[in-house]
């Protein structure tokens, strides 16, 4: 059956994964849109440059269409894809090759939200405010990978708890104490400035 | 108290503490937690290192990417499956015109009667252990690397 462009939007997710199944690329392709933004920033929070996180985003939902088969309609689809985001992911940063380029980006992935206005007008605060960004960057991307992960779930996708134990299969009390012990970590080393 | 009851208590501590800043605890822990905070004062002063920590991370967010990049996305994904099916046609045509040269080659080697046997021997031991290192190269890039214990060691 032929559907018009302004109905994908309002197919379900599982109508949609069975028309991906099925061999429709457009119902894909819809997912993709659904998606790709939750998918690039999952990744983002995960290696830290906006360029790599595009890269594994964008090869997550590839292998996700070649392995379209094994979606089970019934369950969410963003979970099954956040697996790949995740294990492309931690592979990269694993590599030897790209954990320098990493941290000398680490800088670029963190925006400042807080008091834009007033400290922007001031250039020491402004400076102030950079460091501490950069420091902040730096000492999350030094966090071990299981630790991260909740973190930015948490703060930067602003998930709960509920939510990360079901994308990351893992009850809520390890959801808890994987975020104690990540921000305890930075508490250590951003002793100096908090 | 015994020392794993006491471990289990601070674990417990933690996680209201947590659930707490992350405004997720509920009445009935808020209770616990003023218990355990009592208890334990040195909890206190941690508690609110956790708090500054949670109220800078709070003030952050991820760089916003540029809204146009959304526009040619499905068609990178889709690039790169096609790309993908690609990759597959042509290694296994590789595959199946190298395997066939190979196999022609040494019945001609075989067949030819002008080379003297040492010399045959030579040439398929080369190609043999050209073979050899080329599957042991790409079993290495694939495996072993999976397996290094040290892979998650920073230096």
């Known amino acids: ?194 | 108290m015994s020392e794993r009851e006491a471990r289990l208590e601070q674990e417990r501590a933690r996680q209201l503490m947590m659930a707490e800043l992350d405004g997720e605890l509920l009445e009935r822990e808020r209770a616990e937690l003023k218990q355990v905070l009592e208890n334990r004062p040195h909890l206190k002063e941690e508690r609110k290192r956790l708090m500054r920590v949670k109220e800078v991370t709070s003030s952050m967010a991820l760089r916003p990417a540029p809204e146009e990049v959304w526009d040619d996305y499905w068609t990178s994904v889709y690039s790169r499956v096609e790309r993908g099916i690609g990759w597959i046609l042509v290694s296994a045509g590789a595959i199946v015109v190298l395997g066939y040269a190979t196999y022609r080659g040494v019945q001609d080697l075989i067949a030819d009667t002008a080379l003297p046997p040492l010399v045959k021997g030579g040439i398929l031991a080369l190609s043999l252990g050209l073979v050899v290192l080329l599957v042991s190269v790409v079993r290495e890039k694939l495996f072993v690397r999976e397996r290094e214990p040290y892979k998650d060691v920073e230096r």
């Not at chain 1, 109508?15 to 061999?23: T, W």
């Not at chain 1, 590839?62 to 963003?78: G, K, L, Q, T, V």
């Not at chain 1, 893992?170 to 970590?185: D, E, F, K, Q």
Request: glycine share 4%; proline share 3%; with cysteine.
């Open chain 1, 1 to 194: 059956m032929e559907i018009a462009l302004a109905q994908w939007t309002e197919l379900s997710e599982r109508e949609l994964v069975l028309r991906a199944q099925a061999g429709d690329r457009r119902a894909f392709g819809e997912l993709v849109n659904r998606y790709m933004r939750r998918a690039y920033y999952a990744a983002l929070g995960l290696v830290g440059s906006p360029d790599d996180a595009m890269d594994l985003s964008q090869e997550a939902f590839a292998r996700a269409f070649r392995a379209r088969a094994s979606i089970d309609p019934e369950r969410p689809f963003y979970a099954w894809l956040y697996q790949i985001v995740r294990r492309l992911c931690f592979n990269f940063v694993r590599d030897r090759r790209t954990r320098l380029r990493r941290m000398e980006e680490a800088t670029a992935y963190l925006v400042d939200q807080a008091g834009s206005g007033a400290v922007r007008d001031d250039p020491a605060r402004n400076a102030e405010r950079a460091e501490l960004r950069a420091r902040v960057s730096a000492a999350i991307e030094r966090l071990p990978e299981r630790e991260r992960e909740v973190l930015v779930l948490k703060e930067f996708e602003d998930l709960r708890y509920r939510e990360i134990a079901e994308l990351l299969g893992i009850p809520m009390g390890t959801v808890m104490s994987r975020l104690y012990t990540a921000r305890r970590n930075l508490a250590l080393e951003l002793e100096d400035v908090l």
